[in-house]
């Protein structure tokens, strides 16, 4: 894979996927802070400092580099409103393949923007960074992320039920492939 060290955005017909910055912490919070979003995802902590402070930590990395997430903030073209948040990570310990990962605003669901949002990242993760495979992680209750990965063309891999210390979470995983890409 090549890590993307002159990443500026991306756009697609309706939206602009650029870096996130401190100043969307605020908006950024709000969403994830939303007992509805939460539940479905894996953030410790939601509260504004705490999303300032995981947003400064990504500035330096390279999208495609390793090292962890690369969080990008998903605004309408037309009014520049944030919607939302999608991140990319190569996985380190598995050469070629690239995480993707997305968190909608709830008041902007349902109008078609995280589908578009990752199906530019899937696009970029091969085009750009040269992923073999494209993985997306969702708990296995979250019907609308689901159905998410499906209309970006991601295949249905597994459920599965992962354990931590303290917390156990079902979960499903979807891929595409670099040679299963040119049917979607």
Same mark, same amino acid.
């Given at each position: 894979?090549?890590?993307?060290?002159?990443?500026?955005?991306?756009?697609?017909? %309706?939206?602009?996927? %650029?870096? !996130?910055?401190?100043?969307?912490?605020?908006? @950024?919070?709000?969403?994830?802070?939303?007992?509805?979003?939460?539940?479905?995802?894996?953030?410790?902590?939601?509260? &504004?400092?705490?999303?300032?402070?995981? *947003?400064?930590?990504?500035?330096?990395?390279?999208?495609?580099?390793?090292?962890?997430?690369?969080?990008?903030?998903?605004? %309408?073209?037309?009014?520049?409103?944030?919607?939302?948040? &999608?991140? &990319?990570?190569?996985?380190?310990?598995?050469?070629?393949?690239?995480?993707?990962?997305?968190? *909608?605003?709830?008041?902007?669901?349902? /109008?078609?923007?995280?589908?578009?949002?990752? /199906?530019?990242?899937?696009?970029?993760?091969?085009?750009?960074?040269?992923?073999?495979?494209?993985?997306?992680?969702? !708990?296995?209750?979250?019907?609308?992320? @689901?159905?998410?990965?499906?209309?970006?063309?991601?295949?249905?891999?597994?459920?599965?039920?992962?354990?931590?210390?303290?917390?156990?979470?079902?979960?499903?995983?979807?891929?595409?492939?670099?040679?299963?890409? !040119?049917?979607?």
């Amino acid at each position: 894979m090549r890590p993307d060290r002159d990443f500026v955005e991306l756009h697609t017909d %309706r939206l602009r996927l %650029r870096r !996130s910055a401190v100043d969307d912490a605020p908006a @950024i919070s709000a969403y994830r802070s939303d007992p509805e979003v939460h539940r479905f995802q894996g953030w410790e902590r939601t509260d &504004v400092e705490a999303v300032r402070a995981e *947003i400064a930590e990504m500035q330096n990395r390279a999208p495609g580099g390793g090292g962890g997430w690369v969080q990008l903030t998903v605004e %309408r073209c037309d009014t520049g409103a944030l919607v939302g948040d &999608v991140g &990319v990570a190569a996985v380190d310990e598995e050469p070629g393949v690239v995480k993707v990962g997305y968190t *909608i605003d709830p008041a902007a669901q349902g /109008r078609g923007y995280a589908t578009e949002a990752v /199906r530019a990242l899937v696009a970029y993760a091969f085009d750009t960074l040269g992923a073999d495979v494209v993985r997306m992680h969702a !708990s296995a209750n979250n019907v609308a992320s @689901i159905r998410v990965a499906e209309k970006a063309g991601l295949r249905f891999v597994e459920r599965r039920v992962y354990r931590d210390e303290d917390e156990v979470w079902f979960g499903v995983r979807y891929e595409l492939h670099r040679a299963e890409r !040119s049917a979607v």
